[in-house]
């Protein structure tokens, strides 16, 4: 069956996402999947134990639009604790169906036609279809390779009086970068006395490494104001298909995302929310960074010996290999080789960048079983 008549697409450039392309490609040859983001291992039994509980206690109707009350409570309580900022779970949090919602309802409440928003690539790919729906413009700055820091010296540069939104991603994905507070100082030096709010994608929050602290825009009062703040459960407690996440903003900026959220999706999956909410009084539940470190640690222990050059990765559970002393193979090329002749899929990290990008560096998922990762190194060494 097919349509007939006049058709135009509003997002021409768009096609089916690099994640479903490998995993597909995986599935077909028998791979072992390193590309998308997933864990291939069990939630916590506690936790499905919890959402079982409240069906039984039938808590499945409609939640309020901006969440059950105990769930923001909660999460007031954690953000306050961690980061020092105290956000009032009535007006300035609200539950999303994921982080992506998320981020595209806080893209969608502030972004208007011919409004500019600055992206740092390689960028996760959700940000400018969002931008460009709302007849905004993305404007891309490159982090710089190979520890893809921001040069603040450019973003000044870009800056202009159309200027809306900057996005900003820490920890990072793809690459496992994350903000100090030296960038933290400079983002607050550039909106200062400005109307530019900042969009600040942090569902890696609790998976950082070697002692490092992840710097929340909500741990900066003057950063915080102006900020909407998006989190994920599904990162956190390896629930990804749950898809459940939050956004913190001030009670002015909170009142224009419920507006949009309300017919989006008006209200999140009720059971899994008071079950997230019980489950958040215990903070051994979602401190989870040593648990990932060992994975990542496991990971790089694997493939010690290989051709493949580690990048540094401070936080989230993704890590870049550099493989140019294997092939000068574009990434894309590399990454489909490795499948087909090697059986391991990774995705490659050109196809983060607006303008590809070809550094000979593929992402690798490392929120695997042990087994998994073990196999991964073996493939990986051997190459």
Request: aromatic residues 10%; glycine residues 6%.
């Amino acid at each position: 069956m097919e349509y007939k008549g006049s058709l135009t697409s509003k997002l021409p450039q768009v096609g089916t996402t690099i994640f479903t392309t490998m995993s597909a490609l995986a599935a077909e040859n028998g791979a072992l999947n390193l590309s998308q983001g997933f864990p291939d291992f069990p939630a916590s039994r506690e936790l499905i134990g919890l959402v079982n509980k409240y069906m039984w206690e039938d808590k499945n109707q409609y939640a309020p639009l901006a969440g059950v009350p105990e769930l923001r409570t909660a999460i007031s309580k954690k953000v306050e604790h961690l980061y020092g900022t105290h956000y009032t779970p009535e007006t300035e949090i609200t539950i999303t169906a994921g982080g992506t919602q998320g981020l595209a309802t806080a893209i969608s409440s502030i972004i208007r036609e011919g409004d500019e928003a600055i992206i740092f690539t390689p960028a996760y790919d959700s940000y400018a279809p969002i931008i460009e729906l709302n007849g905004g413009r993305p404007v891309y700055i490159k982090l710089k390779h190979p520890d893809y820091h921001i040069d603040w010296d450019e973003v000044r540069k870009m800056i202009n009086l159309r200027t809306r939104l900057i996005i900003i991603n820490s920890p990072h994905n793809p690459t496992g970068a994350m903000l100090a507070a030296e960038d933290l100082d400079k983002l607050a030096n550039l909106v200062r006395n400005s109307n530019i709010l900042i969009l600040s994608d942090e569902v890696y929050e609790h998976i950082t490494f070697d002692g490092r602290p992840h710097l929340s825009m909500a741990s900066v009062p003057e950063l915080a104001e102006r900020s909407f703040i998006v989190f994920s459960f599904g990162k956190t407690f390896h629930v990804t298909g749950w898809k459940v996440g939050c956004v913190l903003a001030p009670e002015n900026m909170m009142r224009e995302f419920r507006k949009v959220h309300q017919f989006e999706v008006f209200c999140v999956n009720t059971p899994i929310q008071y079950a997230i909410a019980e489950y958040l009084q215990n903070e051994a539940n979602y401190l989870i960074s040593n648990f990932y470190q060992t994975k990542r640690d496991r990971f790089l222990a694997a493939i010690q010996g290989s051709r493949f050059t580690v990048l540094p990765c401070a936080g989230t559970y993704f890590q870049l290999l550099d493989y140019s002393a294997i092939s000068q193979e574009k990434d894309t090329d590399f990454a489909l080789t490795l499948i087909k002749e090697h059986g391991i899929a990774a995705i490659p990290v050109s196809v983060f960048y607006n303008v590809p990008e070809h550094n000979h560096v593929l992402r690798f998922c490392f929120a695997k079983q042990d087994e998994t990762l073990d196999k991964a190194g073996e493939i990986l060494r051997n190459i």
